[in-house]
């Protein structure tokens, strides 16, 4: 293909401009995600929630996330991304972005009123739960699901997922030692 010069400019002047750091993904994160995704599919029929894999939703601030995985008002959602009064749940999967993810996701979620965030650690095999935001980007309620738990969401508090089943059987067989971290 040839572009002449303005088109040239125009590409790279959106590229520059919609360039966002993303942290390669490797192999166990993506395993987790493709597990989650499933069990989520599963789940949940398209007349309960939409169940997004990497995709945006729109916060109040100008920019629009991609988080691993969102549960969703049920909608095609082709007119618009999900907003946090749609988001039922976003998890966001970690091994070597956990800090990131503690320290900057979860704060920014709060802050825009996503209802319940999970923190998939699989350094350590465990689920960090987050819920009831305030606006002072904390969350009222935090607490870690190890292995040998059940976890079940603020919107449908009568479905528990044994959290054993949401790693592979490799790492069940490693129980997490997860050390609280509550304020």
């Known amino acids: 293909f040839f572009f002449n010069d303005t088109s040239t400019t125009a590409i790279y002047t959106l590229s520059l401009h919609y360039a966002l ?6 192999p166990a994160h993506a395993s987790a995600l493709t ?8 789940l ?6 939409a169940v997004r894999q990497q995709c945006p939703v729109s916060l109040e601030e100008t920019s629009e996330p991609h988080p691993d ?9 082709e007119q618009a991304h999900p907003g946090a009064e749609e988001i039922y749940l976003v ?33 350590i095999n465990v689920v960090h739960v987050h819920r009831d935001p305030d606006r002072s980007s ?16 603020v ?3 009568d479905v528990l997922l044994p959290v054993v089943k949401l790693f592979p059987a490799s790492r069940a ?4 030692l997860a050390p609280s971290r509550r304020r």
């Open 21 to 26: 750091p993303i942290s390669p993904m490797n």
């Open 35 to 42: 597990r989650w995704s499933r069990l989520f599919d599963a």
């Open 44 to 49: 949940f029929d398209e007349a309960t929630a």
């Open 69 to 77: 995985l969102v549960i969703a008002a049920p909608g095609e959602w």
């Open 91 to 123: 998890v966001e999967v970690s091994d070597s972005t956990l800090r990131s993810d503690l320290a900057r996701k979860v704060p920014r979620y709060a802050r825009n009123g996503i209802i319940e965030v999970w923190i998939v650690d699989l350094t």
């Open 138 to 153: 904390q969350y009222a309620t935090e607490f870690d699901v190890k292995l040998d738990g059940d976890i079940g969401m």
């Open 155 to 157: 919107t449908f508090p």
């Open 173 to 176: 067989s490693k129980p997490g």
